[in-house]
């Protein structure tokens, strides 16, 4: 969680308030305080929670603090933005982050996706778009497992129901090997969504996996025995 919280920080000093709320600019005051009280209570929850340390309530306080000097300057009044605005930067990095998916270019295509998350914090499909790319980008070397885990993760605790969301999700946990997880997560998909393209292929690698793994625990077990 501290490392979470820590990454967090980085993001979002000097970020604009909007990206800080996670929404888009808006003169609608109730959706700004919706906003304020929906990331203040996300934050809060963290910073009044006795099982984690003093050094993670104090940075929990403190990205509540931020979130509120964000409401406070999206409530000033400001000129009409350009109409070549954030919601359309956004869609285009999408877009981009997508094309380059297509044909396999990861690096450009977590750059697309990242732009669009870093606009949006509160999209599901842009964290786990984001995820899939960083897990598919070997030229982030070892990290790219533990960054695309904790993407997809936080994608999850946005929107269980995303399909391919979840699919991503029990992929890297399978390579994680966290294989009861990743069997619980897409034998769920597969009765909700079953015809979800790839998700017969995953749950035989995951189910492939964990028979493997009890031939190996039953072979140690008998040469420990010997």
Known sequence: MLKRLRKETARLEGASP?????????????AIAQAEKRMKHRYGRIARDDRFSDAIADMARALVNRVGLAAEEARKPRPPPPADGPESNEARAFEAGLAAMRVGDWPRAVRGFRTAHNTRIDVPQYMAH????????????????????????LADS???????????????????EELERAHARLKRLKARAPDHPGVDDALQKVETALDEAVEMESFED?????
């Open 222 to 226: 008998e040469e420990g025995g010997a």
């Open 18 to 30: 909007w990206t800080v709320l996670g929404i888009p600019p808006t003169e609608d005051a109730d």
């Open 158 to 176: 946005w929107d269980d129901t995303l399909a391919d969301g979840q699919l991503w999700l029990g992929l890297v946990e399978l390579a994680s």
């Open 130 to 153: 984001l995820g899939w790319a960083l897990f598919n980008d070997t030229s982030r070397g070892d990290a790219r497992l533990q960054e695309a885990l904790e993407v997809l993760e």
